[in-house]
């Protein structure tokens, strides 16, 4: 792919359309750059409501945007959908599925997918979250099993279909086993009438003492509490050992019947070949000097959660958080054009806005600094926060009516099977004339 | 499956939740009879706005409903995802997926799906649209046809791509080629600004010699010359012979070069096995008597698009239409209390409403009986009936703001690749390094 013929501007091409790689794009809008962005889907996700899609909150089209849409009026802007196969540094070239594309400026903006630590086993059988069809999958599972469950004759039989476990107590998992629980208290009876409340068990599991680990102890607490009330069981200081698809172990040998387990446990960065391997650091994250820029290279920049800036401030890098993503890319669309007109170029420094974690109707945590809260107020401000950083007026439109549909019934959202959800070697098909009561 | 423990009242099978399929359960709300519905999806589709959802000008979750949810307080209502194998009518059970059912009254309402007459190669490689899992491939598929033209260094390469061909101009292809035209007029250039609207070509194909074919005389002008000045090439009285991929063929030897082939020539019912041979009528519908009654059983019903009821006023049956099956749901609802209490029961009469159809923006006919009109009155009533029909408020709204966003924008709706498209032995993977200007 060449694109230039059409212009004498330098190219920039951003590998991703994430948080990161869009502010890079914006930022140069106008500017005497040729901007092309890849990315695997034709969207945008917006991951913070991920699990609201796959809860069936959410249509997932809602937090989903079009790219293309995006940067309509952009001039400067192109995108195809490709998958970056290999970077050669040093001949500026990208392989893609779509070819080969010769770069001026490289923005690797790939971010994260789950980290199952190389359990294979764990891998094929735990659910992951981090896209928008894993959470469609999610769902229709989620529904396929208690469907499933309704065809069992006995409560022994039932129960691993209606037990659901959540590794991972970081905001994903409080959000999910928060939505998981509120599932089972204010629907599963209704659309259900055969279950009762009591026939659902939800689980969250961290090997850590706390859920939320990064946050204040304040907001750990509050988080606890709060999911605690709504019937979730807490499993702290527990170490998961191997999931079959039937039954999870733990280290010290307690075991949980299930046919869910919902891994957000960890990320690691997604790299394409061609980095070297002495620029990847720990959870798979490319080291990058104090611009972004991957380090040994004039023209690569690396940002968000395939980044890791290493400094005395931040020995581990940055959070993989979204603020720190849109910051990066702002930082580097400026940098790019200081180095294309010899200016000097500064340090990045990142501005902890602070974080939010909801844990459902009316129960959110809120650490902004030193001003923390916890309950109704920190919901809404979760809530605000969230809607207008979603992309679009329409998109902005249809979650907050949902939003509000949700909260009035205690019973909206969407939970549809729209297309089955299959796992090879899974889904046995043991249906025999069953009594239901 | 057996429910016969918990009640002993007579139990009413209901296969399908269509709208057929909703008006029997609803009308049996309150009697004294068990009422369980089965169907393969667990949610209701808004069939008349799914090439909406094709067309991504609405999310497919906002013309889907829980089936669950609706009947969430009919006490009397149980539902289960299983598709029917077989009706055994002499013992009075039915095969399914989840088991034998044992039934007193069954109601046969499992709609229809698309009619390829046989031809095996153009079911291969044409798309239907009947269903929202169909509705989705085929957004993904033009979608990504669009895309794959930007990579094609020719014009003549990317021809195939950014032609549309739609055989059947009944509704659904008037829809269809409409939402087609607008995407042309209104978002290609926007979108991929490589592109030029005269790039892509929409044609709208019958053997008949008007579209809108049983819609009266003058709506079917009115449609035609919407369509034509919207820029789409409608061929009547023009016979396909065959596709294969690539190139569609006429009879008489034109050629139009294609990769996309929309199919809504014709439907034909889903009848179970284990219906008698002689009861099958012309496309594939079971004969019924005044009452919908399967011919030869005293309690099995059909009813909707898969029932063919022969009268001197009707020789050919009622038409394939929503109003026809709503009708007889409710019909064949009372009939069943009727017979329960051993009342007279009472012939059924279709009372036709009229019909409409949208060809796009601002155009839509309408047949009222006697009253016809077209234009801009029609497309507000057209509008005004499909939102107060579909189920759910949140529905309506979420399609109400869908429908604003997209008149004030020229541009809304969610044209997202959420899942790709993959039809096997189509998508050669021929991508080499190319050109785009």
């Known amino acids: 792919m060449n694109t230039s013929d059409s212009s004498k501007f330098p190219l920039v091409v951003i590998v991703g359309g994430g948080f990161g790689g869009l502010q890079v794009a914006k930022k140069l809008a106008d500017k005497p750059v040729d901007v092309l962005m890849l990315d695997k889907h034709n969207y945008h996700t917006f991951q913070p409501l991920l699990y609201q899609v796959a809860m069936g909150g959410l249509e997932s089209e809602s937090i989903a945007f079009s790219l293309r849409k995006n940067f309509d009026s952009q001039k400067n802007f192109r995108f195809r959908i490709a998958e970056v196969l290999k970077v050669n540094a040093d001949k500026n070239t990208i392989e893609t599925t779509i070819g080969e594309i010769a770069y001026d400026y490289l923005v690797i903006a790939t971010g994260s997918t789950t980290n199952f630590f190389g359990n294979k086993e764990i891998e094929k059988f735990a659910m992951p979250m981090k896209s928008i069809p894993e ?161 040994g290279t004039p023209n690569v920049f690396a940002i968000g959660d395939v980044a890791a800036m290493i400094t005395d401030e931040t020995p581990k890098g940055h959070p993989g958080v979204a603020q720190v993503a849109i910051q990066m890319g ?32 009316n129960k959110a945590v809120a650490d902004l600094g030193k001003i923390r809260f916890q309950g109704f107020f920190a919901w809404l401000v979760w809530m605000f926060v969230h809607l207008i950083s979603l992309l679009g007026g329409r998109n902005k439109v249809i979650v907050f009516i949902n939003w509000v549909s949700s909260y009035i019934n205690y019973n909206g959202g969407t939970r549809l099977i729209i297309r089955k959800f299959e796992r090879e070697g899974l889904t046995e098909q043991e249906h025999l004339p069953v009594t239901v009561d």
């Not at 340090?347 to 974690?357: E, I, R, T, V």
């Open 135 to 295: 959470a469609l999958n999610l769902r229709y599972s989620v529904l396929q099993n208690i469907e499933e469950a309704l065809l069992k004759p006995s409560r022994e039989e039932r129960e691993p279909y209606l037990t659901f476990v959540l590794v991972g107590a970081g905001p994903t998992g409080v959000e999910l086993s928060g939505s998981l629980a509120e599932l089972r208290n204010h629907v599963l009876n209704k659309d259900y009438p055969e279950l009762k409340k009591e026939d659902m068990k939800v689980y969250l599991v961290d090997f850590l003492p706390k859920v939320l680990g990064p946050f204040s102890d304040q907001a750990s607490a509050a988080a606890k509490e709060f999911l605690t009330k709504m019937g979730v069981e807490v499993l702290l200081g527990v170490k998961v050992e191997s999931y079959d698809g039937d039954e999870i172990k733990f280290e010290g040998g307690k075991t949980i019947r299930t046919k869910t387990v919902i891994w957000s446990a960890g990320v690691m960065g997604v790299v394409p070949e061609g980095i070297e391997k002495e620029n990847i650091e720990r959870g798979n994250r490319i080291k990058v000097d104090s611009v972004c820029r991957v380090i």
């Open 330 to 361: 702002a930082h580097v669309g400026k940098t790019i054009i200081q180095l294309i007109n010899n200016e000097p170029t500064a340090p990045f420094k990142y501005f902890d806005k602070g974080s939010l974690a909801t844990i459902g109707r």
